[in-house]
């Protein structure tokens, strides 16, 4: 398989929720067809029946018992909030 | 062959050393503190490996760990030494900024699990050191703020992402410090800058509060200027962590005494798929005089095969990039980090707050994530990922069927030339030796073994067998322990 040729940047970027310039959108284009290249190798391989790998080692699932445990205080929580009025955060009006 | 002298300034001893004039009061924290405060005054203006430091913090923690050895309460031999930390790993009150302009103004509200465990071993936590932002890259060029350099030659990267943290210790300008590896991010910038780096086995040490790139890869581990001061400092930090659902419960040994109960001799594996084209010649050479060490130390020396290798560099590519687009989705401009100033409503605060606060390997990274997640193309590209990632898995436990440890070299070249690598591809490649252990999840060491005619530190790699750090370290110790190369320091 070629570099796929519906590598769709403005598709892909609305996904991503990100912003790009005329000038990032032909760049990154073009270098993600060459990455792309390179990660067609792995077609050669034979996968038929192989489980596939999300980490390393097997690790379940993992309860926590469903108690109240101090946390982060108002104050802490909100200290990196870009803006924040009466210990809430501010956002743009979401609904008209 | 020689054993190293001690190196005569305070800043360039190893913990091992400083411990024990610690322990003897021939030293105070405070002296030591301030040796390494005024060096890196001295020499912060040409390696540039911190994004911020705070001098009257260090001194207060050494401070209180003088006092603490004074009422009879030392706690062990990381009291009182400073240890760097990379810049994304969580210090409560300091910044965090991952080396980007998304958390420029961004200060930690709580601890990462292992600044907690360093604390409680009396450490002083001392600086914030610089990456590729958001640990994505190998040369630390990346970071929205600056470029470190490697003291080896400052017109050379120090390899990345942890480029500071390699950098600071080669420089002096730390004790220990604190790295991240999802793909060769600790081994890689230890071997460029002469130092000892150790990628410890997946689940290991908690990564909690610890800035989430590629979470199935990620892991923190030490830099330390000799295998021993890496046992030392894993001691402290590895353990399991409610915090993190990924930390594994197991019995912790007691790694600084295994470096002597432990003596070998060891069966040792050399993969010929790591010793192919693209490896310099001075590397290759370098690497086969450690392999001779051990041989005539009595290890057996075996081929063995890791017949998936050539797949790794786009395996990785895909996994990593598919990990990072969902972990950075919550970088929105809404609750922390960035907020555009000229949004029109809440979709564009999304849009303009990413494409102003992330710089563009990260940017890059995000849509190569997306787009192999994407619906058409998961198949084809994330999930056959994962399945030749069970294959390189598979690769690496045949062999230890055969080894204990498996050699190789870290890097295929020595450090390069700052803005050598502008082709992201090139730059990709610079991982091929280390990317393996993060996608089998296994422990991984850098050791100093040689320098290049033109004066470039040289590092190996040896690989050991999941959770079997003792071992590793043992293996690695008796090469380290043996050659000065790890206590050699750049003029500065």
């Known amino acids: 398989m070629s570099v796929p040729e519906d590598l769709n940047i403005d598709r892909i970027a609305n996904l991503a929720r990100l912003a790009l310039t005329p000038e990032e959108k032909t760049k990154f284009s073009a270098q993600l067809a060459d990455v792309l290249t390179n990660i067609e190798k792995l077609k050669q391989v034979d996968v038929t029946g192989v489980e596939p790998t999300a980490h390393a080692f097997p690790i379940y699932n993992v309860w926590a018992d469903d108690v109240a445990k101090p946390g982060l205080s108002v104050e802490d929580a909100l200290r990196n909030a870009p803006e924040k009025r009466d210990n809430m955060i501010v956002v743009p009006k979401v609904v008209e | ?208 509060g610890l800035i989430a790139f590629a979470s199935s890869l990620d892991q923190i581990g030490p830099f330390t200027r000799t295998v021993e001061d890496a046992a030392i400092t894993l001691q402290a930090i590895a353990g399991y962590d409610e915090n993190d659902s990924t930390s594994v419960k197991i019995e912790i040994p007691d790694y600084r005494a295994a470096l002597k109960t432990k003596k070998g001799p060891w069966r040792i594996g050399i993969p010929k798929e790591y010793f192919g084209e693209g490896l310099d010649p001075e590397v290759a050479a370098a690497v086969e005089k450690a392999v001779s060490f051990y041989e005539k130390m009595g290890c057996e020396i075996k081929n063995v095969s890791l017949p998936h290798t050539e797949y790794g560099v786009g395996v990785y590519y895909i996994i990593a990039t598919a990990e990072c687009s969902s972990n950075l989705s919550r970088y929105d401009g809404i609750r922390y980090g960035h907020r555009s100033a000229d949004a029109k409503d809440i979709v564009d605060l999304y849009y303009k707050s990413r494409a102003e606060g992330f710089g563009p390997e990260v940017k890059r990274r995000i849509i190569l994530g997306t787009y192999v997640l994407s619906s058409g193309y998961y198949d084809a590209y994330y999930l056959r990922a994962q399945k030749v990632r069970t294959l390189i898995r598979q690769d690496f436990l045949n062999a230890y069927n055969e080894v204990d440890a498996i050699i190789t070299p870290t890097t295929p070249t020595p450090a390069f030339k700052r803005g050598a690598k502008a082709d992201p591809l090139a730059m990709y490649l610079c991982d091929v030796y280390t990317i393996g252990v993060n996608l089998a999840g296994l422990p991984g060491i850098s050791v100093p073994c040689g320098f290049s005619s033109s004066g470039l530190p040289i590092g190996m790699q040896l690989i050991g067998q999941p959770f079997k750090e003792a071992d590793l370290l043992a293996i690695a110790n008796a090469y380290d322990s043996a050659h000065d190369w790890s206590r050699r320091t750049p003029n500065l």
């Open chain 2, 1 to 208: 062959m020689s054993t190293a002298a001690m190196p005569s300034e305070l800043f360039n001893k190893s913990i091992a050393e400083l411990a024990a004039l610690l322990e003897s009061k021939a030293i105070t924290s405070v002296q030591l503190t301030q040796a390494v405060i005024a060096r890196t005054q001295a020499v912060e203006e040409r390696v540039k490996a911190f994004n911020s430091f705070d001098v009257a913090d260090a001194l207060a923690q050494a401070a209180a760990s003088d006092a603490r050895r004074a009422a009879g309460q030392a706690l062990g031999p990381l009291d009182g030494i400073p240890i760097g930390i990379k810049d994304v790993i969580a210090v409560t009150g300091q910044p965090l900024t991952a080396s980007s302009k998304m958390l420029a103004n961004f200060v930690s509200p709580y601890d990462a699990t292992v600044t907690q465990k360093l604390k409680k071993a009396g450490a002083v936590i001392w600086g914030r050191l610089n990456l590729d932002e958001f640990a994505m890259g190998s040369s630390t060029e990346n970071s929205a703020f600056h470029t470190t350099r490697n003291p080896y030659n400052l017109d050379c990267v120090p390899g990345g992402s942890s480029g500071g943290s390699a950098a600071a210790l080669a420089a002096g300008e730390a004790i220990a410090t604190l790295g991240s590896d999802t793909g060769g991010s600790i081994r890689q910038p230890a071997a460029l800058c002469n130092v000892v780096g150790l990628k410890p086995t997946y689940g290991l040490v908690s990564r909690f």
